[in-house]
């Protein structure tokens, strides 16, 4: 085999497990269980990624790509792994808005190149994350709630499908792939570009809002509240952690339990403070960036980590948030919790609850909100974690519609796959994927298995 994937006909670089640069080549943003590829094809090009397949098919050889690492959920063992990083360029039509993005491109270099324009891309709120496969998962972002799902504004996507052929997919061209392709992930064949429309955004009024939870018990509380009263220009979310108590971390913060209120609102300075009034005065601050921001600097609004790590994350979807399923969850994630849980709130509804001009496979529209924990996993942590994640979630499953997989960090059954989709929508994707890719030939983060 050697000598064929010498002879493997691309222009980036080939990797073995035995050669330097393997491991750097796999390693991304999540740490836990990288991929063990018998070979990695750096890709550069659509060709490069074309060849990758039509080897591996040729070879009977599965297939799993790779840009960020972020959504990484199972190891892919022996079989071709393409990296795309080195596909991040960012095409910009101004007065189209729209913008060409091929698949290793992050959130943070779209921006960089829609932004001198004014126009925003909907991105999510971690600059690092890749935008293809965001969008493939339907893409939740700062803007959400004002424009909908990053899917719902894809107009064209270039993929490799399983039989080694290179496609331009459209609402025209094979409209059942397009609908699959916009909220059911890497099922469906390697995809090498997509475009996406843009959005002109003036004056953003963005940041976080930090309080400790021991002071200001009802901080979830306080912010389910007002995220009844804000217009859909107002997306928000909430990250609750109990901070360690570690060298590392500033002293005010250290074995702190905090609750970061993320606010993203597209308005003047004058609406954003008015709009923000009510959260200022839930209690005193620990921390507050809210303020006017340029486009330019929209992923560092939510203030997350960009350090990669190990981690496992599960999450529900749900129609409301009760006080007292709130109050369970502070109390589950907080300092009594066996392992580190980062709690994450995010208020979904407006655009986001409407049907797409062109309608696609994202599921769940309705709810309203998302809850997701997630926790730093060290080795033989795993199970203590599930155990904590179920507990911590459980008070939400009267209310829950389901799952998004785009926060799913960790391999799931099938169950739970089909938890994030309507019923209809899951059978018809199990179709799809048995006339793309009924061999299974593509290692998707969540498996949609063909039908
Ligand atoms: C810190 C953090 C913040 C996040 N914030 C948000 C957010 O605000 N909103 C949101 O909706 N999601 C968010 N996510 C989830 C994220 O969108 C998904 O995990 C997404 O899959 C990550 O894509 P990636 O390219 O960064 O990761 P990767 O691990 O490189 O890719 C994830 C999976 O996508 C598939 N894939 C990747 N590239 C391709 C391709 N070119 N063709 C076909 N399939 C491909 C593969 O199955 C791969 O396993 C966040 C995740 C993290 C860890």
Known sequence: MNEQINALPVNGPVFRPEDGG????????????????AVIVGATSAEDVRAAVAYAAGHGLRVAVQ???????????????????????????????????????????????????????????????GAVSYTLGGGVGLLARRYGFAADHVRRVEIVTADGRLRQVTADSDPDLFWALRGGGGNFGAVTGVEIGLFPVEDVYAG???????RVPDVLDGWRRWTRTVPEETTSGVAMLVYPD???????????????????????????????????????????????RPLAEAGEAFEEPDRPHAYRSDNRLVSDLSPA????????????????????????????????RIPNAVGHRDAAYSVSVLSPVEP????????????????????????????????????????????????????????????????????????
Not at 27 to 37: I, K
Not at 326 to 338: E, I, R, S, T
Request: aromatic residues 6%.
């Open 67 to 129: 840009a960020s690492g972020h959504g990484l959920a199972g190891p892919l063992d022996g079989g071709v792994l393409i990296t795309t990083g080195r596909m991040s360029g960012v095409r910009v039509d101004a007065a189209a808005r729209t913008a060409w993005i091929e698949a290793g491109a992050s959130w943070e270099q779209v921006i960089a190149a829609t932004a001198p324009h004014g126009l925003a891309p909907l991105a999510g709120s971690a600059p690092g994350v």
């Open 246 to 292: 570690l060298p590392m971390v500033p002293e005010p913060l250290r074995g702190r339990h905090v609750a970061q209120l993320q606010i993203f609102h597209v308005g003047t300075p004058e609406d954003g403070a008015r709009l923000a009034e009510p959260l200022r005065a839930l209690g005193p601050l620990t921390h507050d960036s809210l303020r006017p």
């Open 22 to 37: 393997y491991d750097e080549e796999r390693t991304g943003y999540q740490l836990l269980a990288p991929h063990r590829a």
């Open 208 to 214: 976080v809002l930090a309080f400790d939870v021991e």
């Open 325 to 356: 399923a709130l109050a369970g969850l502070a109390k589950a994630a907080g300092p009594a919790a066996p392992v580190m849980c980062v709690v994450g709130l995010r208020h979904l509804g407006g655009a986001l609850a409407r049907a797409p």
């Open 380 to 451: 033989g942590e795993e199970r203590t974690v599930r155990d904590l994640h179920r507990e911590a979630l459980a008070p939400f499953e009267d209310a829950s519609l389901g799952r998004s997989l785009n926060f799913a960090f960790g391999p799931l059954d099938e169950d739970q796959v089909r938890s994030g989709y309507e019923p209809a929508a899951y059978r018809r994707l199990t179709e799809i994927r048995a006339r793309y890719d009924g061999d299974v030939t593509f290692h998707a983060n969540h498996a949609i298995p063909p039908r």
